[in-house]
Each structure stands twice: as structure tokens, then as C-alpha cells.
């Protein structure tokens, strides 16, 4: 008999109640006691969701992001935060954000902002985590209460409870040593309070624990397969069973090591590695239940059951009760339910499933391997409908779009000259000072700007009153910007509810939900569109927003476009066609939207491309496929231009210092990146790269409230030049500042400026 189980749920709620609560209680609207509770509604809402598996994952809630949940059992805090003596949900916020509620940090001076972690994303997920930090002194402390408050609470529920915690060696690969000690070293100290953890769980009756390990899907060397072989020898001895959990990649080199491992259990993305299914069976100890992802927990179509069947009988039959079956990895990287999508286009609804269809899938599943396929005849039948009719619709091949995909040539990637030929051009028509300041692009989207895209979705504002409320915004974000003092302005994006959203809904191809959220990171929710059709651009999407913004002011104003490879990263993409050829559908349709902004006279053109480094495959040895095409992509958005207008583009909080040559093979005319939370450390590329362009290196940490002082973007600044020479150097935020208020953004900027102009005296 097959077993079901899930790695684990996704955490926001169904139509995001942990995002509202969240940011009630930082604005003090609500209370601690409020958001806890809201926080164990959740968690008995999503077991009982997931009632009927053989295990359901207790432990993977998180109120901002599981990682620095680990770090907090762990005892792993910053030294910043060590002296808070207040509720350790809210430390637990200020390692996050900076600083947590509004009332909760007036009871002592030592509890006011501090700087937040360091963010960067969840292998190749759009997932962020909170960096875990090392030195050579850090100790280890178990606090063990959020688990087993959360195991008291699945006892009363009567959930078949399967704890959910990150694994000793990725915790250790995830994080940063803040000296030049060696993370490994740690791995001694670390060890016996995960085994104190793990004694901890038996004590309250765990009998499965789901160890997160998915580090072996990635290229390790020798220390660091030792250090697995270190690590399971010494938590075998504990009286749980462990679970080890491996998801989005192959195990290729390190699939003997996992198979060796003194665990009770091993799980495998087949997804991703469904060609090394054999091979584990073979090696994995005859007494080893194998756990087998097959329902994709990244993307949203419907899974193939019966071709899943057809490959996963035999492997029943030779398994028996050691059969595990499950999503690839964590649902939490989806959206919660389709039933809740009632203005979704119903032939694409037809072909999606969603957290709670890929578990009733699990379920079909289950029952047809124990109880043969007849006991599930119509599910079967039905699904079986629902895949031919998405292969055959006529809405997703396009044959135009495949005749210019056709047509694509080299010289669609080449600017006219290189780079320091255009910087003259563009200097002599910009006129901008040394450290020239701008911002990456979004001003905060304020709540009048929210009620007015509400009422025009639900039809109580007609088109032409939408525009006047948007103009009537736009206006406001150039006044504000020109009060400021800033060199290079943005028109603010008041009428784009996401950066890639709004992108997708202009273009064909694309489909959209209406509560299809996914967590990013803390309260931060995303809505990917839906990728299901070839791609093309019906008609211009931003040229008449542009247009506006710079006929308010005579200083440059940026039109903003979200890049090829990010608007592929941040949706939900075709399964059915390699990636790469999306990617290419959507340069041209952006390529098109570049050079009508250029006819328009607008001479700083942004084109984003944020998720960049997103894409890359997990093993370096697999990057330069991706790279090429990607880059590839990008240049022929950017490139058709000329050289008079000056091509940026952004990429936030991506560890890309070793992809940087590939970086400067895009060949925009300046790049702004996050540098604020990492202290400047991802310039360190630049030690060792001449990078031939400009660069705006992000001083202001706009996923924090803390507002940044003059000088601290003066130093920042200074550690910038001494790597990129002043006079190729721009001023800038990290990322955009939609999430944030105008009281937060008008004192950051205007320290940011101030900084600019104190940097400029001493050129």
C-alpha cells in the first residue's frame, strides 16, 4: 500500500490573511495575541486540508519565512538582536524587517531598528529566506517551543502529524560566515542540538521527522559530502525516523552518498530527477522507504495521472509498503485553491490545479496503486479529458509567432556602438552631475491608488475616470521627485498592480487568476501569471503612462519595463516547450515596446531583469545553456535602440558575483543592484572584474522600514568607488518603493540625495 504524504503547505491562507495580519500588527492596528491566533487558525485550517494523507507536515508554518525559523530553534540569532528581551515573535520580526510593531520597541532603548538579515532567494524559487549568519564564535541553543506548540495544537486536531525541519548541512550552506571562518567548522557544535532537538520531538510522540536537505541536488565537493556522512551518523542515533527530504533537481553525483545515509527514508523530486528513480531503488537499503514527488509543486497544470500511472505501477509493485508518493516539494510555492477563481477564463481553469487539486490528485493517485485504476475510472477519465483538449486548443500555438521566432538573427542583439562611444552620447544629452540619483522605479502604492484600480476592476469607474485618478498619482510621484532633487525621474507606476502582472494581462498567451497569490517572503505575496499560449503584443502597454509623466518636467524621465527572462521566472510557465522559447517570445514583444518608447522621445529606458539569476539551473555546469539564452533574450529587447538612449537595467537581492561576465555581456549602459543589506559585499565581483559600464549599487533597503542616514549612504557609497571608478557610479534605492510609505520614502530620499550631492564635492 502506497503512502501519501506532503512536504509541506503553503502558509499566507487562501485569500491572504497572514499578509493582512501581518502588516496590521507592524502598524500597531492589532495586537500580538491577535496575529498568534490568526497564525493557529491557518495551521488547523491547512491540516485539515490535508486530512486523508497518510502524514501531514506539522512545523512548516512560518510568519515570515521558515529558514529564519530554524535559525530561531537553533538559537542562531545576530548579535544585533541578542539583548531584546521582549516577545521573541517580535526579535523575531526585527531579524526580518528591522524592526517589528510599532508598540512593541518602546519598552527599552536596546529595542529600536536594527539592521534587518540578509535576504536572497530559495535556490531557484522566487522564495526568499532570511540569510542565516556565522562567525567563528557562533554557539547553538535549542529553542524547541515553536514546534511543539504547533505539535500540541496538530494533537488536538488528531492530525498524523510528520515533523518539517531544514536539515543541519543546507542550514549551514544557506547561511554566511560575517568573518573568514569556515561555516563547516561550526558542523560539531551544531550537531548535538539538532540531536536534542530530534530527542525532543520522540518525547511528545513524533515517529517521522522530514529533515530538509535539498543541497544535494547541487554540486558539493568532498568537505562538504563528508559532512553529510558526519552529520546522519551522528542523528542516527535518535528514536524518530528521519525523512530525508531532496527536491528541485537530480541528485546525479551525490545520489550514492543520499542512498547511504542512515535514514529511514529518502525523498525524491521526480520532477526534476524521474530518470534516477532506478538507481535509487537499487542502492537504497532494502528496509528504506522511498518517497517519490510526482505532482509538480511548482507550476500549476494539471498533472498527467495516467502517464504518471503508467511509470509508477511497476515501481509500487516492487516497493510495496515502502512506497511514499507526494508533490515534488513544499506547496507553498503555489497558490492555494482553484475553486476560489470564479472570473478565471474557464477553458484555462479546465487545465490547473492548485495546493488543494494537486493533493486531491495525490489522492487519485493513491487509490488507484492500491486499489487498481477502476476504483478512480472517472477522475481518471476526466483528467485524461482535460489534457488532450489544453494540447489541441488552437489558443496555445500561434504560427505567426512561431514565423518570427523564426526570423530572429544575431544583429538583433548588437547595439549600433559599444558602450563608450554611447556613454559620450548620451552624457552630452543628458547632462546628468556626477553620481547622477534616481530610483529603481514603483513609488508606494498608496490606498487611494488601490481603491481607484478596485473600482475600475469591478466597474464603478469608467476608463477615462481610472486615468484621471492615475494621472492625478503620476503627477504627484514627479512633484515629490523634483522637490527631492533627483536627476533621472519615473513616472512612479501608479496604474501597475505587479511588475510582471501588469505586463502579462497586455499580452497574448497569458491568463490570469484572482486569488492565485503566492508568498515571496514575509507579507510580500506575488500573483504569477498564467503562461499557457505563444506570446505576442497586440498593442503598446506603457508609451501613453511615459508620455504623460514626461510632459510634466523637463529632467529625464525613465520608462519602466519588466525584462524577458523576469516576466518567464516570475510566471507560471508552459510545460509543454522548452523555457527558452518563451523567453524569446517575450523579447520580441518587449523589443517592440522599447523601440515605441524610443519614438516617443524617451531617452533612459529601464528594462528589468530582476530574476536573472533566478533561472539559473542548481549546478554550475548547467549554467552557461541558461545564460546564454537568457542573455540572448535580454539583448534583443534592449538592443535595437540608439545609442544616444541610455539602456538600464535593475536586478535585486540575486548572489550574482559569479555570473558577473555574463552580466556585463547584456551590455546595458548602467545596471543598479542591491548592495544596502549585503554592505556592499556583492560588489566584491569587482575586485577581480573590470566591469566596463555604469552601476547605481542600491544604498537604501526599501524591505525595511528603517530609514537610512546621509552618512550611511555616503560610506556605502565610498566602499562603492573604491571598486567602480566615481564617474560610472549612480545613486539609488535597492529595489522599488511600492511596499513602502510616503513618510518612510520622502526622509530616505532626501538623505539619499543630500548623500549625492556631499559625494559630488568631492569629485
Same mark, same amino acid.
Given at each position: 500500500?502506497?503512502?501519501?504524504?506532503?512536504?509541506?503547505?503553503?502558509?499566507?491562507?487562501?485569500?491572504?490573511?497572514?499578509?493582512?495580519?501581518?502588516?496590521?500588527?507592524?502598524?500597531?492596528?492589532?495586537?500580538?495575541?491577535?496575529?498568534?491566533?490568526?497564525?493557529? *487558525?491557518?495551521?488547523?485550517?491547512?491540516?485539515?486540508?490535508?486530512?486523508?494523507?497518510?502524514?501531514?507536515?506539522?512545523?512548516?508554518?512560518?510568519?515570515?519565512?521558515?529558514?529564519?525559523?530554524?535559525?530561531?530553534?537553533?538559537?542562531?540569532?545576530?548579535?544585533?538582536?541578542?539583548?531584546?528581551?521582549?516577545? #521573541?515573535?517580535?526579535?523575531?520580526?526585527?531579524?526580518?524587517?528591522?524592526?517589528?510593531?510599532?508598540?512593541?520597541?518602546?519598552?527599552?532603548?536596546?529595542?529600536?531598528?536594527?539592521?534587518?538579515?540578509?535576504?536572497?532567494?530559495?535556490?531557484?524559487?522566487?522564495?526568499?529566506?532570511?540569510?542565516?549568519?556565522?562567525?567563528?564564535?557562533?554557539?547553538?541553543?535549542?529553542?524547541?517551543?515553536?514546534?511543539?506548540?504547533?505539535?500540541?495544537?496538530?494533537?488536538?486536531?488528531?492530525?498524523?502529524?510528520?515533523?518539517?525541519?531544514?536539515?543541519?548541512?543546507?542550514?549551514?550552506?544557506?547561511?554566511?560566515?560575517?568573518?573568514?571562518?569556515?561555516?563547516?567548522?561550526?558542523?560539531?557544535?551544531?550537531?548535538?542540538?539538532?540531536?536534542?532537538?530530534?530527542?525532543?520531538?520522540?518525547?511528545?510522540?513524533?515517529?517521522?521527522?522530514?529533515?530538509?536537505?535539498?543541497?544535494?541536488?547541487?554540486?558539493?565537493?568532498?568537505?562538504?559530502?563528508?559532512?553529510?556522512?558526519?552529520?546522519?551518523?551522528?542523528?542516527?542515533?535518535?528514536?524518530?525516523?528521519?525523512?530525508?527530504?531532496?527536491?528541485?533537481?537530480?541528485?546525479?553525483?551525490?545520489?550514492?552518498?543520499?542512498?547511504?545515509?542512515?535514514?529511514?527514508?529518502?525523498?525524491?523530486?521526480?520532477?526534476?530527477?524521474?530518470?534516477?528513480?532506478?538507481?535509487?531503488?537499487?542502492?537504497?537499503?532494502?528496509?528504506?522507504?522511498?518517497?517519490?514527488?510526482?505532482?509538480?509543486?511548482?507550476?500549476?497544470?494539471?498533472?498527467?495521472?495516467?502517464?504518471?500511472?503508467?511509470?509508477?505501477?511497476?515501481?509500487?509493485?516492487?516497493?510495496?509498503?515502502?512506497?511514499?508518493?507526494?508533490?515534488?516539494?513544499?506547496?507553498?510555492?503555489?497558490?492555494?485553491?482553484?475553486?476560489?477563481?470564479?472570473?478565471?477564463?474557464?477553458?484555462?481553469?479546465?487545465?490547473?490545479?492548485?495546493?488543494?487539486?494537486?493533493?486531491?490528485?495525490?489522492?487519485?493517485?493513491?487509490?488507484?496503486?492500491?486499489?487498481?485504476?477502476?476504483?478512480?475510472?472517472?477522475?481518471?477519465?476526466?483528467?485524461?479529458?482535460?489534457?488532450?483538449?489544453?494540447?489541441?486548443?488552437?489558443?496555445?500555438?500561434?504560427?505567426?509567432?512561431?514565423?518570427?521566432?523564426?526570423?530572429?538573427?544575431?544583429?538583433?542583439?548588437?547595439?549600433?556602438?559599444?558602450?563608450?562611444?554611447?556613454?559620450?552620447?548620451?552624457?552630452?544629452?543628458?547632462?546628468?552631475?556626477?553620481?547622477?540619483?534616481?530610483?529603481?522605479?514603483?513609488?508606494?502604492?498608496?490606498?487611494?491608488?488601490?481603491?481607484?484600480?478596485?473600482?475600475?476592476?469591478?466597474?464603478?469607474?469608467?476608463?477615462?475616470?481610472?486615468?484621471?485618478?492615475?494621472?492625478?498619482?503620476?503627477?504627484?510621484?514627479?512633484?515629490?521627485?523634483?522637490?527631492?532633487?533627483?536627476?533621472?525621474?519615473?513616472?512612479?507606476?501608479?496604474?501597475?498592480?505587479?511588475?510582471?502582472?501588469?505586463?502579462?494581462? *497586455?499580452?497574448?498567451?497569458?491568463?490570469?487568476?484572482?486569488?492565485?497569490?503566492? *508568498?515571496?517572503?514575509?507579507?510580500?505575496?506575488?500573483?504569477?501569471?498564467?503562461?499557457?499560449?505563444?506570446?505576442?503584443?497586440?498593442?503598446?502597454?506603457?508609451?501613453?503612462?511615459?508620455?504623460?509623466?514626461?510632459?510634466?518636467?523637463?529632467?529625464?524621465?525613465?520608462?519602466?519595463?519588466?525584462?524577458?527572462?523576469?516576466?518567464?521566472?516570475?510566471?507560471?510557465?508552459?510545460?509543454?516547450?522548452?523555457?527558452?522559447?518563451?523567453?524569446?517570445?517575450?523579447?520580441?514583444?518587449?523589443?517592440?515596446?522599447?523601440?515605441?518608447?524610443?519614438?516617443?522621445?524617451?531617452?533612459?529606458?529601464?528594462?528589468?531583469?530582476?530574476?536573472?539569476?533566478?533561472?539559473?539551473?542548481?549546478?554550475?555546469?548547467?549554467?552557461?545553456?541558461?545564460?546564454?539564452?537568457?542573455?540572448?533574450?535580454?539583448?534583443?529587447?534592449?538592443?535595437?535602440?540608439?545609442?544616444?538612449?541610455?539602456?538600464?537595467?535593475?536586478?535585486?537581492?540575486?548572489?550574482?558575483?559569479?555570473?558577473?561576465?555574463?552580466?556585463?555581456?547584456?551590455?546595458?549602459?548602467?545596471?543598479?543592484?542591491? #548592495?544596502?543589506?549585503?554592505?556592499?559585499?556583492?560588489?566584491?565581483?569587482?575586485?577581480?572584474?573590470?566591469?566596463?559600464?555604469?552601476?547605481?549599487?542600491?544604498?537604501?533597503?526599501?524591505?525595511?522600514?528603517?530609514?537610512?542616514?546621509?552618512?550611511?549612504?555616503?560610506?556605502?557609497?565610498?566602499?562603492?568607488?573604491?571598486?567602480?571608478?566615481?564617474?560610472?557610479?549612480?545613486?539609488?534605492?535597492?529595489?522599488?518603493?511600492?511596499?513602502? *510609505?510616503?513618510?518612510?520614502?520622502?526622509?530616505?530620499?532626501?538623505?539619499?540625495?543630500?548623500?549625492?550631492?556631499?559625494?559630488?564635492?568631492?569629485?
Amino acid at each position: 500500500m502506497a503512502t501519501t504524504h506532503n512536504l509541506g503547505f503553503p502558509c499566507i491562507g487562501a485569500k491572504r490573511e497572514l499578509k493582512f495580519a501581518l502588516e496590521s500588527y507592524w502598524k500597531g492596528e492589532s495586537s500580538l495575541g491577535e496575529l498568534k491566533a490568526l497564525g493557529a *487558525q491557518l495551521r488547523q485550517r491547512h491540516w485539515a486540508h490535508q486530512a486523508g494523507l497518510g502524514l501531514a507536515a506539522v512545523g512548516d508554518f512560518a510568519f515570515y519565512d521558515q529558514v529564519l525559523d530554524m535559525s530561531f530553534t537553533l538559537g542562531n540569532l545576530p548579535e544585533r538582536v541578542q539583548g531584546f528581551h521582549g516577545d #521573541t515573535l517580535d526579535n523575531y520580526f526585527r531579524v526580518a524587517r528591522g524592526r517589528s510593531a510599532k508598540g512593541a520597541e518602546d519598552h527599552s532603548a536596546c529595542c529600536g531598528g536594527v539592521a534587518a538579515g540578509e535576504m536572497t532567494k530559495w535556490f531557484d524559487t522566487n522564495y526568499h529566506y532570511i540569510v542565516p549568519e556565522f562567525s567563528a564564535g557562533t554557539e547553538f541553543k535549542l529553542d524547541p517551543s515553536r514546534l511543539l506548540e504547533q505539535l500540541a495544537e496538530a494533537k488536538v486536531q488528531a492530525v498524523k502529524a510528520k515533523s518539517v525541519i531544514v536539515g543541519p548541512v543546507t542550514y549551514l550552506a544557506l547561511g554566511k560566515a560575517k568573518d573568514d571562518s569556515d561555516k563547516l567548522a561550526l558542523l560539531p557544535r551544531l550537531l548535538p542540538v539538532y540531536a536534542e532537538l530530534l530527542a525532543a520531538l520522540a518525547a511528545q510522540g513524533v515517529e517521522w521527522v522530514q529533515i530538509d536537505e535539498p543541497i544535494l541536488v547541487t554540486e558539493l565537493s568532498a568537505e562538504w559530502q563528508q559532512a553529510y556522512v558526519t552529520a546522519y551518523d551522528a542523528l542516527a542515533k535518535g528514536k524518530v525516523k528521519l525523512l530525508l527530504a531532496t527536491y528541485f533537481g537530480q541528485l546525479l553525483g551525490n545520489l550514492p552518498l543520499a542512498c547511504k545515509l542512515p535514514v529511514q527514508g529518502l525523498h525524491l523530486d521526480t520532477i526534476n530527477a524521474r530518470a534516477e528513480v532506478d538507481a535509487v531503488i537499487a542502492q537504497l537499503p532494502k528496509d528504506t522507504v522511498l518517497s517519490l514527488g510526482v505532482i509538480n509543486g511548482r507550476n500549476i497544470w494539471k498533472t498527467d495521472l495516467n502517464s504518471v500511472l503508467d511509470w509508477l505501477e511497476p515501481v509500487a509493485k516492487q516497493l510495496g509498503d515502502r512506497l511514499w508518493i507526494t508533490p515534488s516539494c513544499s506547496l507553498l510555492h503555489v497558490p492555494v485553491d482553484l475553486d476560489s477563481e470564479q472570473k478565471l477564463d474557464e477553458e484555462v481553469r479546465s487545465w490547473l490545479a492548485f495546493a488543494l487539486q494537486k493533493l486531491g490528485e495525490l489522492k487519485v493517485l493513491a487509490t488507484a496503486l492500491n486499489n487498481g485504476r477502476d476504483a478512480v475510472k472517472a477522475e481518471l477519465a476526466a483528467n485524461s479529458a482535460a489534457i488532450a483538449a489544453r494540447r489541441a486548443s488552437p489558443r496555445v500555438n500561434d504560427p505567426a509567432v512561431k514565423a518570427a521566432l523564426a526570423k530572429i538573427s544575431p544583429a538583433l542583439g548588437q547595439r549600433k556602438n559599444a558602450y563608450p562611444a554611447r556613454a559620450g552620447k548620451q552624457a552630452a544629452l543628458l547632462n546628468l552631475p556626477a553620481y547622477p540619483t534616481t530610483t529603481i522605479g514603483s513609488f508606494p502604492q498608496t490606498g487611494t491608488i488601490r481603491h481607484a484600480r478596485s473600482q475600475f476592476k469591478s466597474g464603478e469607474l469608467d476608463e477615462a475616470g481610472y486615468k484621471v485618478a492615475m494621472r492625478a498619482e503620476i503627477e504627484r510621484s514627479v512633484r515629490e521627485q523634483e522637490a527631492l532633487g533627483l536627476d533621472v525621474l519615473v513616472h512612479g507606476e501608479a496604474e501597475r498592480n505587479d511588475m510582471v502582472e501588469y505586463f502579462g494581462e *497586455q499580452l497574448d498567451g497569458y491568463a490570469f487568476s484572482q486569488f492565485g497569490w503566492v *508568498q515571496s517572503y514575509g507579507s510580500r505575496c506575488v500573483k504569477p501569471p498564467i503562461l499557457f499560449g505563444d506570446i505576442s503584443r497586440p498593442k503598446a502597454m506603457t508609451v501613453e503612462w511615459i508620455k504623460y509623466a514626461q510632459s510634466l518636467t523637463s529632467k529625464p524621465m525613465k520608462g519602466m519595463l519588466t525584462g524577458p527572462v523576469t516576466i518567464l521566472n516570475w510566471s507560471f510557465v508552459r510545460d509543454d516547450h522548452p523555457r527558452s522559447v518563451s523567453c524569446y517570445q517575450l523579447a520580441l514583444a518587449i523589443r517592440e515596446e522599447v523601440l515605441d518608447l524610443e519614438k516617443a522621445g524617451v531617452r533612459v529606458i529601464q528594462i528589468d531583469e530582476a530574476a536573472l539569476r533566478e533561472g539559473l539551473p542548481l549546478r554550475k555546469s548547467q549554467w552557461k545553456e541558461y545564460l546564454d539564452w537568457a542573455v540572448t533574450s535580454f539583448r534583443i529587447t534592449a538592443n535595437g535602440v540608439d545609442d544616444e538612449t541610455q539602456i538600464h537595467t535593475h536586478m535585486c537581492y540575486s548572489e550574482f558575483n559569479d555570473i558577473i561576465a555574463s552580466i556585463a555581456d547584456m551590455d546595458a549602459d548602467v545596471i543598479t543592484i542591491e #548592495t544596502s543589506r549585503s554592505d556592499m559585499e556583492l560588489l566584491d565581483a569587482f575586485d577581480n572584474f573590470n566591469y566596463p559600464n555604469e552601476i547605481g549599487p542600491g544604498v537604501y533597503d526599501i524591505h525595511s522600514p528603517n530609514i537610512p542616514t546621509e552618512e550611511h549612504i555616503v560610506q556605502l557609497m565610498k566602499k562603492a568607488a573604491e571598486r567602480i571608478p566615481a564617474q560610472r557610479l549612480w545613486v539609488n534605492p535597492d529595489c522599488g518603493l511600492k511596499t513602502r *510609505q510616503w513618510e518612510e520614502v520622502i526622509p530616505a530620499l532626501t538623505n539619499m540625495v543630500a548623500a549625492a550631492k556631499k559625494l559630488r564635492a568631492s569629485v
